[in-house]
Nanobody
Framework: QLQLVESGGGLVQPGGSLRLSCAAS????????IGWFRQAPGSEREAVQC????????DYSDSVKGRFTISRDNAENTVYLQMDSLKPEDAGVYYC????????????????WGQGSQVTVSS
């Protein structure tokens, strides 16, 4: 069974950091683009960053530039999202998703999704 499992969310104070992990089982992430999406309450799920199968990284959200970093460890079959200098507006449920080869912004293009990981930024 093809699965993505996220971990690493939680409660953090403004200015703090979290690292989300997205581990694949049942398939090899090496051949897939992995996107991170987030959904705040009452909002649409939006693309944040993506890493293509050949390592190209794409920013989809201006609000996280310079603070969030996507990386992939093909040996571990895992993709990470390092989130620094977190702000209250970064809060939401974060999802990783996979599609073959290259990144696209729209969620409809992704075939596999994780269950979501809650991120809360509050003092």
């Amino acid at each position: 069974q093809l699965q993505l499992v996220e971990s690493g969310g939680g409660l953090v104070q403004p200015g703090g950091s979290l690292r989300l992990s997205c581990a694949a089982s049942g398939f090899t992430l090496e051949y897939y683009a992995i996107g991170w999406f987030r959904q705040a309450p009452g909002s649409e799920r939006e693309a944040v960053q993506c890493a293509s199968s050949n390592g190209i990284k794409v920013d989809y959200s201006d609000s996280v530039k310079g603070r969030f970093t996507i990386s992939r460890d093909n040996a571990e079959n895992t993709v990470y999202l390092q989130m620094d200098s977190l702000k209250p507006e970064d809060a939401g449920v974060y999802y990783c998703a996979a599609r073959r080869n290259y990144c696209l912004r729209g969620r409809q293009y992704y075939d596999y999704w994780g269950q979501g990981s809650q991120v809360t930024v509050s003092s």
